[in-house]
């Protein structure tokens, strides 16, 4: 896929990236108000089978795809699939609807460019500067302020705290685990791969865990159609391309501003305020996530 990485400029990418994946946490909240977690995400991911297959048709008949060659690279592909989407997904959603804040949960997943952090530097051979490790502590500091009006210690359980934690782990070992184990396999072709391997494991539990129960709407249609299109294909995809191109960390720390795009949208579609601490969480995000990314003069490429 080294052409269709070549189409799009990095920067056009890391915003579509940040854009998307900040509204997911509206179109997630909209969601599981008519399923719960598992159920949702099990219709999620089975209209994302019906969508990809006469996508991945036409994108065939334009390109050739390449699927995994060999039995291990399908096992890689799913794997990988299974931490990024049934195990984060299904654990974020479900610590939520165990009683978590949305703001304690954005706050414990914007971890994930710290863990990714030690794991690169300890396993991967990459090597932060003191100026990186610096944006890494202050995006996680600035998400601290941008969500602590939403956080609700009370509402914590050992179980949502359990699930939160599990997300956590999921998303940074999926994001890597894709990154070393299926470095050039094609990001359409292994979506689909994905996509059944996570519904193989979500289906089952949404019905012995929640019986399946859905409240048809329009609401729920809408969201699965955003999550799906934009999300699941092609903000997922995006990050991936951004990952290839560049150290992990440093396209992790993108992270740190899908709350901030979650704030302003629910300002801009809901009318709620920012307080003045969250604008300077905003504040304090951007500047880490710039530290992170910043190459001085001299050392670019």
């Not at 065939?60 to 060999?70: D, G, I, K, N, T």
Request: aromatic content about 12%; overall charge positive; proline content about 4%.
């Amino acid at each position: 896929m080294q052409k269709n990485d070549r189409l799009f400029s990095s920067p056009v990418l890391a915003w579509y990236f940040v854009t998307v994946w900040g509204s997911g946490y509206l179109a997630t909240k909209v969601g599981i108000q008519y399923a719960p977690p598992f159920t949702f995400l099990t219709l999620r991911f089975a209209f994302g089978i019906v969508l990809l297959l006469p996508l991945l048709a036409w994108w065939h008949a334009q390109e050739p795809l390449r699927f995994p060659a060999s039995a291990s690279e399908w096992r890689h592909v799913a794997v990988a699939g299974v931490l990024m989407h049934a195990a984060n997904l299904g654990a974020s959603h479900y610590s939520q609807y165990l009683g978590m804040s949305a703001g304690v949960t954005a706050l414990v997943l914007a971890a994930q460019p710290l863990a990714t952090a030690f794991i690169a530097a300890a396993f991967m051979g990459e090597r932060l500067k003191p100026y990186q490790w610096l944006g890494v502590l202050l995006g996680l500091l600035g998400v601290a302020f941008v969500v602590w009006h939403k956080i609700d210690v009370r509402a914590i359980s050992w179980g949502a705290t359990a699930a939160v934690l599990i997300a956590l782990a999921s998303i940074t070992a999926g994001t890597l685990y894709q990154r070393i184990f299926c470095p050039r396999v094609d990001l359409r072709a292994a979506s689909i791969v994905q996509f059944a391997a996570t519904l193989a494991v979500l289906a089952p539990l949404a019905v012995a865990v929640e019986g399946f129960t859905v409240r048809w709407a329009w609401q729920l249609f809408a969201s699965i159609a955003f999550l799906v299109i934009l999300a699941s294909i092609f903000a997922v995809n995006a990050l991936h391309t951004l990952m290839r191109r560049g150290e992990s960390t440093r396209v992790t720390s993108l992270l740190y501003l899908t709350p901030i795009m979650a704030v302003i949208l629910e300002w801009l579609m809901f009318g709620v305020v920012p307080t003045a601490l969250t604008v300077v969480g905003i504040a304090v995000t951007c500047a880490g996530v710039a530290l992170v990314a910043w190459t001085p003069r001299g050392r670019a490429g």
